[in-house]
């Protein structure tokens, strides 16, 4: 077990986490910030050198830096991501009421509409599947990746309707599962059989990455948002 590629690649990632989560109440340009930024780049950069020499490292960076699977990786990263995101946000839309800009639902309401995006991540395995055997992998990242995009539209100019809410998160919710399982299909297509679980479980490692920085950076910002609300609030008052 590569016990030091995980304490790198752990602190390295924590630190760099940390000046995300912090960095808006610390000061961008602070000491603090831009210490774990540092510190936390070095120990990152020292963990890829670590991985590149030792026989069994704890993710195999060679296996991962061929073009396919690194464009996989890409699609799937971006989907959870997306997800990540989206099991964030739709509560809090749900829940703020209308006055505020939300959709003013109770827990119930708020409920159902979750399902509607998880009902989208079922839906992208069949439709996954059924593309794969017509088209290549790429194309149908590519329109994956469209879906997320057109979901997030559609949420950010009609947010005020449920229903035109609920019809962006069955977008999302394809689209990012979508670009999910076009990579594990992927891995199953490229990857010799006898790695296949082995680049799979670095898939998985890496989607947590993304999903725990994109957790952190969304709530970095609806935190300056916050802030700069009440700043405008205070002024105005």
Not at 130 to 158: H, Q
Request: with cysteine; glycine share 12%; charged share 10%.
């Amino acid at each position: 077990i590569d016990f030091v590629g995980a304490v790198l690649l752990g602190a390295g990632v924590g630190l760099v986490l940390v000046a995300v989560s912090f960095g808006a109440t610390w000061g961008w340009s602070s000491g603090r910030t831009l210490g774990c930024f540092a510190v936390g780049g070095v120990l990152l950069a020292v963990w890829v050198v670590q991985a590149l020499k030792v026989q069994f490292p704890l993710v195999d960076l060679r296996e991962l830096s061929t073009p396919t699977i690194l464009s996989s990786l890409f699609y799937a990263g971006i989907g959870m991501a997306v997800s990540s995101w989206v099991m964030v946000i739709v509560p809090i839309m749900a829940l703020t009421p209308r006055a505020m800009g939300g959709l003013g639902l109770d827990p119930v309401h708020q409920t159902q509409l979750t399902a509607v995006f998880s009902f989208g991540g079922a839906i992208a395995g069949f439709a996954v599947g059924y593309s794969l055997r017509r088209r290549p992998g790429g194309d149908v990242a590519i329109l994956a990746m469209l879906l997320n995009v057109a979901g997030f539209f559609l949420a950010d100019v009609a947010h005020g309707s449920v229903v035109t809410f609920g019809a962006a998160m069955l977008l999302i919710g394809i689209g990012g599962a979508a670009g999910i399982t076009v990579a594990y299909n992927l891995v199953i297509r490229m990857v010799d059989p006898q790695r296949q679980a082995v680049v799979s479980s670095a898939f998985a490692l890496t989607f947590n990455l993304f999903a725990s920085v994109a957790a952190v950076v969304l709530f970095a910002i609806m935190n300056r948002s916050e802030e700069h609300t009440s700043e405008l609030q205070s002024h105005h008052d």
